[in-house]
């Protein structure tokens, strides 16, 4: 009964993490992109040093599960996502490569420094220095961060005009505008096709992997020191893999790098249980070191069919709502996985079901059409 208490709190704050998204990503359309960042990272700065001050649990729930779930998730991949389609028009892909790798190098090189002055100094100096680090960056956003390249007297990245570039007007913050994206786009079968494998892509990383491999290696009798550094080389092949797949968007049809992805994925699923135990064999490196290219290779080319379907202008929101759909996967993916092994005693059919999932999600980037690349006019109009 504890481990399925455990793994309902995670779910539940991953999925209203993902929900919060494709409403955020509307305010930096709407209210603009550096207002948006400076406040929220004001927020996670102050709630994080007010969680040193927490007595009662329901003050622990509105702080770190309200304030600074809310905060972090307007800094989530939609951003990347907006500034990529306005800063650039050229190697958009390698761009959100890089910004989705950043997310992996972020926990690579801060979470073992904040997990070392937790067990230092203490869990709350570690809160302030957390508060302490979103402060500063959110004076240097308001001191540098740009909503548009013309705010900066530019031109974006590969534009030879300035019609090349994104153009938005902003307007008064409106939760409504994602709620409009959502209608309009959800008629459309790219849309659903795309929702439907980035949940898959949340349950087979964050819901499966990042939640249960750590217990699921325990059950073999592996050491959780050695199930930790497993997880941790993930995130460092992660970042080398997301913008190798930006690279590859920028040249190559992303329905067919998304096939690859996943198809790839739920075969190396289908072994894992086999090549878990004791001590870490080469065939465990080989499915460490490719998960971890494969982590977040989804993001670039998903992205970039947002860009090709709903437009420059929309795609932002709407991939706010497809990486909805990614967090709600994983909150889901925990809790089944937790349950069968609760009721089976082994995590070798979550790992079977994951496999399967992923081989359906292979199938359906090549359902939908490949959409135009350059033209917003050519594209879905998806209003805001």
Same mark, same amino acid.
């Given at each position: 009964?504890?481990?399925?208490?455990?793994?309902?709190? /995670?779910?539940?704050?991953?999925?209203?993490?993902?929900?919060?998204? /494709? *409403?955020?990503?509307?305010?930096?359309?709407?209210?603009?992109?550096?207002?948006?960042?400076?406040? &929220?990272?004001?927020?996670?700065?102050?709630?994080?040093?007010?969680?040193?001050?927490?007595?009662?649990?329901?003050?622990?729930?509105?702080?770190?599960?309200?304030?600074?779930?809310?905060?972090?998730?307007?800094?989530?991949?939609?951003?990347?996502?907006?500034?990529?389609?306005? $800063?650039?028009?050229?190697?958009?892909?390698?761009?959100?490569?890089? *910004?989705?790798?950043?997310?992996?190098?972020?926990?690579?090189?801060?979470?073992?420094?904040?997990?070392?002055?937790?067990?230092?100094?203490?869990?709350?100096?570690?809160?302030?220095?957390?508060?302490? !680090?979103?402060?500063?960056?959110?004076?240097? !956003?308001?001191?540098?961060?740009?909503?548009?390249?013309?705010?900066?007297?530019?031109?974006?990245?590969?534009?030879?005009?300035? &019609?090349?570039?994104?153009?938005?007007?902003?307007? @008064?913050? +409106?939760? +409504?505008?994602?709620?409009?994206?959502?209608?309009?786009?959800?008629?459309?079968?790219? *849309? $659903?096709?795309?929702?439907?494998?980035?949940?898959? !892509?949340? $349950?087979?990383?964050?819901?499966?992997?990042?939640?249960?491999?750590?217990?699921?290696?325990?059950?073999? +009798?592996?050491?959780?020191?050695?199930?930790?550094?497993?997880?941790?080389?993930?995130?460092?092949?992660?970042?080398?893999?997301?913008?190798?797949?930006?690279?590859?968007?920028?040249?190559?049809? @992303?329905?067919?790098?998304?096939?690859?992805?996943?198809?790839?994925?739920?075969?190396?699923?289908?072994?894992?249980?086999?090549?878990?135990?004791?001590?870490?064999?080469?065939?465990?490196?080989?499915?460490?070191?490719?998960?971890?290219?494969? $982590?977040?290779?989804?993001? /670039?080319?998903?992205?970039?069919?947002?860009?090709?379907?709903?437009?420059?202008?929309?795609?932002?929101?709407?991939?706010?709502?497809?990486?909805?759909?990614?967090?709600?996967?994983?909150?889901?993916?925990?809790?089944? +996985?937790?349950?069968?092994?609760?009721?089976?005693?082994?995590?070798?059919?979550?790992?079977?079901?994951?496999?399967?999932? !992923?081989?359906?999600?292979?199938?359906? @980037?090549?359902?939908?059409?490949?959409?135009?690349?350059?033209?917003?006019?050519?594209?879905?109009?998806? /209003?805001?």
């Amino acid at each position: 009964m504890v481990a399925r208490r455990d793994v309902g709190r /995670p779910s539940l704050n991953l999925v209203l993490y993902g929900i919060a998204v /494709p *409403f955020t990503a509307a305010l930096m359309q709407a209210w603009g992109v550096r207002r948006t960042v400076t406040w &929220s990272l004001v927020i996670v700065g102050l709630a994080s040093a007010a969680v040193t001050l927490v007595g009662e649990p329901w003050q622990l729930w509105l702080l770190w599960g309200v304030f600074i779930g809310l905060g972090t998730g307007s800094m989530a991949l939609t951003f990347g996502t907006i500034i990529a389609n306005r $800063w650039f028009v050229s190697h958009r892909g390698t761009v959100t490569g890089i *910004f989705s790798a950043a997310t992996a190098a972020g926990q690579v090189l801060f979470v073992p420094v904040i997990a070392m002055i937790a067990t230092g100094p203490g869990w709350r100096t570690a809160s302030l220095v957390a508060g302490a !680090c979103s402060l500063v960056m959110a004076l240097l !956003c308001l001191l540098f961060l740009r909503d548009r390249p013309a705010d900066a007297g530019a031109r974006a990245v590969g534009a030879t005009a300035a &019609s090349d570039a994104e153009a938005e007007d902003e307007g @008064p913050a +409106s939760i +409504s505008m994602a709620v409009t994206a959502l209608r309009s786009a959800g008629r459309h079968w790219s *849309f $659903w096709v795309l929702m439907l494998t980035f949940l898959v !892509c949340g $349950w087979s990383t964050n819901g499966i992997v990042v939640t249960h491999l750590a217990p699921a290696a325990h059950d073999h +009798s592996m050491a959780p020191t050695t199930a930790a550094t497993l997880i941790g080389i993930i995130g460092i092949f992660d970042i080398v893999g997301t913008v190798a797949s930006g690279w590859l968007t920028d040249r190559y049809d @992303p329905r067919i790098l998304l096939a690859i992805d996943y198809v790839t994925r739920g075969i190396s699923l289908v072994f894992i249980n086999g090549l878990l135990g004791p001590s870490v064999d080469m065939p465990m490196w080989a499915f460490v070191v490719f998960y971890g290219l494969d $982590w977040t290779a989804t993001v /670039p080319p998903t992205v970039e069919l947002c860009r090709r379907h709903f437009g420059l202008h929309a795609s932002g929101v709407v991939f706010g709502w497809i990486y909805a759909s990614h967090m709600i996967g994983a909150g889901i993916g925990a809790s089944v +996985s937790g349950a069968l092994r609760s009721g089976a005693g082994s995590y070798a059919s979550a790992w079977l079901l994951t496999a399967g999932l !992923c081989l359906v999600a292979g199938v359906l @980037p090549m359902t939908m059409k490949r959409g135009p690349k350059a033209h917003d006019d050519d594209q879905i109009a998806v /209003p805001l």
